[in-house]
T-cell receptor, first 112, second 114 residues
Framework: SQQGEEDPQALSIQEGENATMNCSYKTSINNLQWYRQNSGRGLVHLILIRSNEREKHSGRLRVTLDTSKKSSSLLITASRAADTASYFCATDVGGGADGLTFGKGTHLIIQP | AAGVIQSPRHLIKEKRETATLKCYPIPRHDTVYWYQQGPGQDPQFLISFYEKMQSDKGSIPDRFSAQQFSDYHSELNMSSLELGDSALYFC?????????????FGQGTRLTVV
């Protein structure tokens, strides 16, 4: 089963609104990362939050991490049409180059 | 700044053929990861290398093999290709192992098996 699961699977909002995506995971982690992927394109790293951090900001992005609930959220404020993409959370359990475990992703559509 | 380079960007192969995907990490990065992303799926970790040695193995089929060379570039070799191998294959690189090291992803190689 997937380490990270995101909801909603798809989200459609109007430009200017805020978009919130959630991610849940199962095991203890070293850090959690959020990525954006435009259709069929590469993965773009958005933000990394460490297991001892609760909240992090980067521009219009705000990420929270609740290790007790094993969940994270990504908030995009004042959305723009260019934010239309799939957003994945990925967990790093640490301990060597064991790779990231990605969630299923949320497909975000920003309506102009 | 230099990014992770993958080649080729697109590849079409027939069933049962062999494919080789290449990854050139960011200079001085010593760790390489390979991921497979099927259509509409999330990326799945295949295998990783640190300092030219295999570090960890994920859901990589036995038909696939990979290695990291002395210049730190990596190749993913895929034999006896099947239709289900059609996917985007990403390579990522990082400096050092584990911790909170950020992995940088390439643009991917789109493999189509016909």
């Amino acid at each position: 089963s997937q380490q990270g699961e995101e909801d909603p699977q798809a989200l459609s909002i109007q430009e200017g609104e805020n978009a919130t995506m959630n991610c849940s995971y199962k095991t203890s982690i070293n850090n959690l990362q959020w990525y954006r992927q435009n259709s069929g394109r590469g993965l773009v790293h958005l933000i990394l939050i460490r297991s001892n951090e609760r909240e992090k900001h980067s521009g219009r992005l705000r990420v929270t991490l609740d290790t007790s609930k094993k969940s994270s959220s990504l908030l995009i404020t004042a959305s723009r049409a260019a934010d239309t993409a799939s957003y994945f959370c990925a967990t790093d359990v640490g301990g060597g180059a064991d790779g990231l475990t990605f969630g299923k992703g949320t497909h975000l559509i920003i309506q102009p | 700044a230099a990014g992770v380079i993958q080649s080729p960007r697109h590849l079409i192969k027939e069933k049962r053929e062999t494919a080789t995907l290449k990854c050139y990490p960011i200079p001085r990065h010593d760790t390489v990861y390979w991921y497979q992303q099927g259509p509409g799926q999330d990326p799945q970790f295949l295998i990783s290398f640190y300092e030219k040695m295999q570090s960890d193995k994920g859901s990589i089929p036995d038909r696939f093999s990979a290695q990291q060379f002395s210049d730190y570039h990596s190749e993913l070799n895929m034999s006896s290709l099947e239709l289900g191998d059609s996917a985007l294959y990403f390579c990522a690189s990082s400096l050092g192992l584990g911790g909170n090291t950020e992995a940088f992803f390439g643009q991917g190689t789109r493999l189509t098996v016909v």
